[in-house]
């Protein structure tokens, strides 16, 4: 089955560093792929998308870019903030996905310093 | 923000007490999900809709039912709730294959 595997958190930054979180997937053919964040307290909001090979999803200044040779949609952001702190969560929606939903990897936690 | 609207915000019951949670939707979409959040699990799918009626089990569904008599009504129950049945419970809507927009959570505490 469909299955999303992200690195685990947290990790800790401090303000203006380089972000880079992992995901990779295990899905067949070609799904879309999905980055989420959850601030604290707060349900999940989209982040960033693509939909085929190649597409580059991008906003708010972060970016991810669908890699299909080798299964992966990893998050960048060139300087964070302190407001970026967050859980981060990659999700899939697999091409055959019932009822469309999604997948999701386990989330990273991610906390910027000052 | 979606129009998704979950209650109750915050929940404390007790063990063998049946719970429900509601998520309402003013956005008339006709996909509606109810997953939950656990730490080092992330979301994962215990119900869906696919339309007034019309609805089928995600992965981890034993426990719990669903019941949607409106479009815009989406109901979790919890027949008898058990301590592993704490968690974030999140309602969560879509049309089709677009974007699925989430509710703000309901945090189910079962002593």
């Known amino acids: 089955g469909d299955s999303v595997t992200q690195m685990e958190g947290p990790v800790t930054l401090s303000e203006e560093a380089f972000l880079t979180i992992n995901c990779t997937y295990t899905a067949t053919g070609y799904p879309s792929l999905f980055w989420y964040v959850q601030y604290p307290g707060e349900g999940l909001q989209l982040l960033l998308k693509?939909?085929?090979?190649?597409d580059k999803g991008s906003n708010k200044g972060f970016e991810a870019t669908y890699r299909k040779e080798t299964t992966s949609f990893h998050l960048e952001k060139g300087s964070v903030q302190v407001s970026d702190s967050a859980v981060y969560f990659c999700?899939?929606?697999?091409?055959?996905?019932?009822?469309?939903?999604?997948?999701f990897g386990g989330g990273t936690r991610v906390l910027v310093k000052p | 923000d979606a129009g998704i609207t979950q209650s109750p915000r915050h929940k404390v019951t007790e063990t063998g007490t049946p719970v429900t949670l509601r998520c309402h939707q003013t956005?008339?979409?006709?996909?509606m999900y109810w997953y939950r959040q656990d730490p080092g699990h992330g979301l994962r799918l215990i119900h869906y809709?696919?339309?007034?009626?019309?609805?089928d089990k995600g992965e981890v569904s034993d426990g719990y039912s669903v019941s949607r008599s409106k479009t815009e009504d989406f109901l979790l129950t919890l027949e008898s709730a058990t301590s592993s049945q704490t968690s974030v419970y999140f309602c969560?809507?879509?049309?089709?294959?677009?974007?699925?927009?989430f509710g703000e959570g309901s945090w189910l505490t079962v002593v």
């Open positions: 999700a899939l929606r697999g091409i055959k996905a019932a009822g469309n939903k999604l997948t």
């Open positions: 693509a939909t085929k090979a190649d």
């Open positions: 969560a809507i879509s049309e089709g294959a677009d974007t699925i927009y």
């Open positions: 956005e008339n979409h006709r996909y």
């Open positions: 809709s696919y339309g007034v009626k019309d609805t």
